[in-house]
């Protein structure tokens, strides 16, 4: 496993799964772009370490329990592609939307980016409308 490759297992251990905050500088570089996330509120935008953990904690809000099982890992050069699944429990509000309690699963797989052992950004492709037909969101 690469030094890139073993950050970004500690970066969704520490970050992701954990909620490390205070972890998010020691990964990031001052700017990370978000490439391509259909449906993620900051798709297209590129963010600092503070925006980024702004991001981290309002994502995980909602889910205390969120957690990212990491699939397959393909690197090539300064990108890695990553499948995971994530799961978490709604237990607390989504927007207006109040805690509904419920379990979801979902996979989905995000190409990182790296510069000087950094993150420099992601593009990711996930099934967000699944998540909210788990939540019960609909209907």
Not at 8 to 16: A, D, P, T
Not at 69 to 75: D, F, H, N, S, T
Not at 103 to 124: E, K, P, S
């Amino acid at each position: 496993m690469t030094d890139n490759a073993d950050r970004l297992r500690q970066f969704m251990q520490r970050v992701w799964n954990a909620g490390d905050a205070a972890a998010v500088g020691e990964f990031l570089a001052p700017q990370y772009t978000i490439y391509s996330d259909p449906g993620d509120p900051w798709d297209g935008q590129t963010l600092t370490t503070a925006s980024f953990t702004d991001r981290l904690l309002t994502s995980r809000a909602p889910f205390p329990d969120l957690h990212f099982e990491i699939g397959e890992l393909i690197e090539a050069g300064d990108r890695i592609a990553l499948s995971w699944t994530m799961r978490g429990t709604q237990r607390g509000p989504m927007g207006e939307r109040p805690p509904t309690g419920r379990a979801f699963a979902v996979q989905g797989m995000t190409i990182y980016y790296f510069a000087d052992g950094l993150l420099v950004g992601h593009r990711q492709v996930v099934d967000r409308l699944s998540v909210a037909q788990q939540l019960g969101l609909f209907g």
